[in-house]
């Protein structure tokens, strides 16, 4: 559970506990109610079908005031840049942007002058919750090791919503992040889209109807893993070969339902239930997010050749060190990159890694992003985005301050598919806005409020209303009294 100290419980914290409350009420009707999680049996009427959402959100916004935050310089994170700006938010969404708004009856005014004001960040490659601090081995939830494909597993059955990483990673802006698996694996299991909020339950987290995505690995690490093992795969070839004949599984097993969903007939016997093959079935029908680990050209290439071949899409490539060299082709097939600003060269499929990528796969016309894999690169992503922007202007790319700023808000919330709800400051979207002390790209910049569908989640002047987890309460030494 998390923990509180009666001496720091701020105003923040009786609205939490109320929400947390509602969020139990709603968990245990659930349990109480038919959540249809299984389908109906063969014979009684009905075709079976199973529920695609066996675990779904329970995540309720705390509750918000009415803000009005004045006179900055607001980024909108779709491009644009505006000096001497207002955002309004009400009801927990984005009610208007502009010069000189009204301030609503009971609106809390805030001094936006000489400050900024961002979307809030999205990481669209984290590790929290299934590698959470502290860092040892009974808490590495990441990677199923057992078999290269493992598609029936999901990250969020693995998340600890203790992780102090996340009150970390809200310090530095970020207001939704996307927990993967590890890359161990071919078929590596689900990934899972969170709000960045205090929960006793991984549910509570879970970004409402965010598609659920599926990561796959290329490369090295799936031949180390298991030709280490004397098993397949040992080699890239071994790779692409464990991919087609999974996503060939898939395509007859997706077959084999349809028969019997088109045949009508509930008396029929149903295909026997798989749930790897669910999963794969799930991004074939376009429901289920492709995010793969890739790092070289050549293989992400194949990978878009074998999309092709099984006709499904691939969303994000990511980490992508060499996405520079294939703009075009990624442009072509609307995928984006996630990757870091100059990570590089810890490895052979790395070691062409340019500083420029970011930069230069914006500049052929391709979704671009910035993301973090590690729980400190998490914390600022600002600046990191600060480091790919200015290596593509020494390269001579112009590229505007506000165009660069989609690279941590709109188009991350784009490969998430939630780009509807929230990554830019428009208004009827999500309230998730980030006002800054500095220019968001400064070394010195510092996230002075961060709002999440409109909720102060994080002031920086007011310790009392902070998260404190179990782990950063530490226990009593030997010999403590």
Request: aromatic share 8%; hydrophobic share 40%.
């Amino acid at each position: 559970m998390q923990q509180t100290d009666d001496r720091r419980r701020g105003a923040l914290w009786p609205a939490m506990a109320g929400a947390l409350a509602g969020l139990a009420a709603l968990g245990l009707a659930a349990c109480n109610g038919d959540n249809g999680a299984n389908g109906s049996a063969s014979g009684n009427g009905e075709l079976v079908r199973y529920n695609p959402d066996p675990y779904p959100s329970t995540y309720t916004p705390l509750p918000s005031e009415i803000v009005l935050i004045q006179g900055a310089t607001v980024f909108d994170g779709i491009g644009g840049e505006f000096e001497n700006y207002d955002v309004l938010m009400q009801d927990g969404r984005i009610a208007g942007i502009g010069e000189s708004l009204e301030a609503p009856e009971g609106a809390v005014i805030v001094d936006g002058r000489g400050r900024y004001v961002t979307p809030g960040i999205i990481d669209a490659h984290s590790h929290l919750g299934v590698y959470p601090s502290p860092s040892v081995s009974a808490h590495a939830d990441g990677n199923e090791i057992t078999s290269p494909v493992t598609a029936e597993v999901w990250a969020e059955h693995g998340v600890w919503p203790q992780d102090p990483g996340f009150d970390s990673a809200l310090a530095g802006g970020v207001t939704t992040l996307h927990v993967l698996p590890g890359s161990a694996n071919l078929f590596g299991g689900r990934g899972i889209t969170l709000r960045n909020v205090p929960s006793r339950t991984v549910q509570g987290m879970k970004f409402p109807d965010a598609p659920y995505t599926l990561k796959m690995a290329c490369g090295e690490n799936p031949k180390r893993v298991y030709g280490g093992q004397g098993r397949a795969p040992g080699s890239r070839m071994g790779n692409m070969a464990g991919y087609r004949e999974a996503w060939q599984r898939a395509v007859e097993y997706r077959r084999a339902w349809n028969r019997y969903w088109d045949a009508g007939d509930a008396n029929g016997v149903p295909p026997t239930r798989n749930l790897e093959l669910d999963t794969l079935m799930g991004v074939l029908d376009g429901e289920i997010l492709i995010q793969m680990h890739c790092y070289r050209a050549d293989e992400m290439a194949l990978v878009l050749d074998m999309a092709r071949e099984f006709d499904y899409r691939v969303t994000t490539f990511h980490h992508a060190v060499e996405a520079y060299k294939i703009g075009d082709l990624l442009a072509a097939d609307d995928v984006c990159s996630a990757v870091w600003a100059d990570w590089g060269g810890f490895k052979m499929e790395a070691y062409d890694s340019i500083n420029e990528n970011l930069a230069l796969v914006h500049a052929a016309g391709a979704c671009a992003m910035i993301h973090s894999d590690h729980p400190l690169g998490i914390q600022r992503l600002n600046q990191e985005v600060a480091k790919a922007l200015g290596a593509g202007r020494r390269l001579g790319i112009e590229v505007s301050d506000g165009e660069a700023m989609a690279w941590l808000t709109s188009n991350p919330a784009r490969g998430l598919g939630i780009f509807d709800e929230t990554g830019s400051l428009e208004a009827g979207k999500r309230a998730d806005v980030v006002l800054w002390s500095a220019h968001p790209f400064s070394t010195y910049a510092l996230a002075d409020h961060v709002y999440i569908d409109g909720a102060l989640m994080y002031d920086r002047e007011d310790p009392e209303r902070r998260t404190v987890r179990d782990f950063m309460l530490g226990q009593p030494g030997e010999g403590v009294l």
